[in-house]
């Protein structure tokens, strides 16, 4: 912490002198005007600084029950219940690569989020429901009725989704052909 406050007392004073270099009227600026300057760039950075998918979800497991006994977020068991293969959620959670929104999907259901909050996930990532995607409505109705078990929407999604139209399935179902294991929240 002391070499912290050195250090940013040694950015401040080279900050000052390069500002009084430039200030053309040759009156000193204040400590205290190059401090605000400085907490009102950091608030500016903040806010510019936009929430990531990784960030919301990580905030929402211990909400939604997946927790450690230390009260911090338990993703493993998460991942899981929710069915999403270990390396496609290491990738995610590192944030390597853009998850896709069939993992997205799993992620919804799995913290059983809301419409809005399923939403702004998408969002978060540049996606989102399609008003025209038969799989997107199916699980909309799921959430409106208030289905999120696993299986449950499993079998919804085979059920809509299984309709053969020229030789093709209407969608792919998002839990075809998980390896991961159920593992429920407490």
């Known amino acids: 912490m002391l070499r912290n406050t ?27 005007a190059l401090e605000k300057r400085t907490e009102i760039d950091d608030a500016i950075r903040r806010r510019g600084r936009k929430q990531s998918a990784v960030d919301y979800v990580f905030h929402m497991l211990p909400e ?17 219940y929710a069915r999403i293969e270990a390396d496609v959620w290491s990738t995610f959670s590192s944030g390597a690569h853009r998850p896709s929104k069939e993992t997205l999907l799993k992620i919804i259901v799995g913290l059983r989020l809301s419409e809005d909050e399923a939403c702004e996930l998408l969002s978060l990532e540049g996606n989102g429901f399609r008003s025209d995607d038969k799989r997107d409505n199916v699980l909309l109705a799921c959430m409106e009725c208030g289905y999120y078990e696993i299986e449950d929407v499993y079998e919804i999604l085979e059920e809509y989704g299984g309709v053969v139209v020229n030789g093709k399935r209407l969608f792919q179902n998002i839990y075809r052909g998980s390896r991961a294991k159920e593992n429920t929240p407490e």
Do not use: C, H, M
Request: charged share 35%; no cysteine; net charge positive.
């Open 6 to 32: 050195a250090k940013r007392k040694t950015q401040i004073w080279q900050i000052e002198e390069a500002l009084n270099r430039k200030n053309r009227s040759g009156l000193p600026v204040s400590v205290k």
């Open 64 to 80: 939604r029950g997946f927790r450690l006994a230390n009260g911090e977020a338990d993703w493993v068991r998460f991942y899981k």
